[in-house]
């Protein structure tokens, strides 16, 4: 299908072509002019930019003041600026300040109650923003932004979880209406974001005891395993951590957000075993990229993978899509480990390219992340060899 073809049928974009025709109709109709179409064209503009924006600052006012876990702030899209750390968060700027984002879960008791009260907290922001657009009704800028803002919000307050993106009417809705297995399993959240912050400043002996404390809680559930192989990954035993995952999926029919997740793990550890020579090549590798293309097609964001993908090319010998692809991943990594673990897989693109003076210049800001991530040590031993 030819690409303008595929573009007709992208909810956003008959979205906003009928929301063109209606302010061109309206504006028109009302004696304003091309300068009035163009105001509100751009009111609507921003209405859908500032609006998510506005419900997001909600979130993480409540999620500071209810005491939930915030982990990275990403203000902006694009480049790279630079990141700050304010206590135990991280804030990254990037070129476009047009969206927010933020890493955000469960710490303490009680979870659910928390989580609710910060997604009404964000809803209420919205409300605000949207309703006061409006009170400018009459003005042609205002004529686009009221109903450009008050859709997005609407929009926002569907229930929807996906990889990556929890709306507000998921916390509004959908979170209090769990059963008590899916109940569980989010509570279980606020013990791997613990161990995930001990993971990311190296602590792994007092990461494990989180892990061994929540598998005493909570030993079936899908957050109980993903840390158990979080925890294997973090030891350099790719294999173990594979056969875990695996298994896993054999024997249950995970939700599909939990399947993405899963099969984004599977194929970054299924290609880590086989760089590690920890399981074979040809048996292993075929497997993770079936799963890598199956975690993007479930609807896992395939820049997110970029790393992943990287590491695929690497172990196919295309070594300069490696590079662009660990170089993306890198950029756009939202934790010390995973860019510390891009990071590596670049420097081995480069080594495979015989560029070494760049490996050891990638590597070099890789350790000054994480030294001790198995994959960046692995990287430090070859080229250690190499001289």
Not at 16 to 21: E, Q, W, Y
Not at 33 to 40: M, N
Not at 227 to 245: Q, S
Request: with cysteine; glycine share 12%; proline share 5%.
């Amino acid at each position: 299908m030819h690409p303008w073809l595929r573009l007709l049928g992208k909810p956003w974009f008959v979205a906003a072509t009928v929301a063109l025709v209606v302010l061109t109709t309206v504006e028109t109709a009302l004696g304003n002019g091309a300068l009035g179409v163009l105001a509100a064209v751009t009111g609507a503009l921003l209405g859908t930019i500032v609006l998510p924006m506005c419900t997001r600052t909600g979130l993480l006012l409540g999620s500071f003041l209810l005491g939930l876990r915030v982990r990275h702030i990403v203000f902006g899209a694009g480049r790279r600026l630079g990141t700050v750390r304010a206590g135990q968060v991280e804030v990254t700027f990037r070129t476009l300040p047009v969206v927010l984002s933020a890493d955000i879960g469960p710490r303490r008791e009680p979870v659910i109650a928390r989580c609710w009260t910060a997604g009404l907290v964000s809803a209420l922001f919205g409300v605000v923003v949207a309703t006061a657009g409006w009170f400018g009704l009459g003005t042609p800028f205002w004529d686009g932004f009221a109903p450009a803002a008050t859709a997005v919000l609407l929009y926002q307050l569907i229930p929807g979880r996906t990889p990556l993106r929890t709306s507000t009417g998921w916390l509004l809705f959908g979170l209090p209406r769990q059963d008590a297995g899916r109940a569980r399993e989010f509570r279980a959240g606020a013990y791997a974001a613990e161990a995930h912050a001990l993971l990311q400043r190296g602590e792994l002996d007092r990461a494990q005891a989180v892990v061994d404390e929540l598998g005493g809680i909570a030993p079936d559930s899908h957050t109980a395993l993903s840390c158990r192989v979080t925890m294997h990954e973090a030891r350099g035993e790719f294999d173990t951590a594979t056969m875990l995952l695996l298994g896993q999926l054999s024997e249950q029919q995970p939700p599909r957000r939990e399947m993405c997740y899963m099969l984004a793990g599977l194929a970054g550890l299924g290609l880590a075993a086989a760089e590690a020579g920890q399981l074979p090549a040809a048996d292993i590798v075929p497997t993770a990229e079936r799963a890598l293309h199956d975690s993007v097609r479930l609807g896992f964001p395939a820049f997110e993978l970029s790393g992943t993908f990287g590491l695929l090319a690497l172990s196919q010998g295309e070594t300069a899509e490696a590079v662009r692809l660990c170089g993306t991943g890198a950029e756009y990594s939202t934790s010390t480990t995973s860019r510390a673990d891009n990071l590596a897989t670049l420097a081995r693109a480069y080594m495979a390219e015989g560029e070494n003076g760049r490996a050891r210049e990638t590597l070099a800001e890789a350790e000054r992340l994480a030294d001790w991530w198995p994959r960046v040590r692995s990287v430090r031993e070859r080229l250690d060899v190499v001289g």
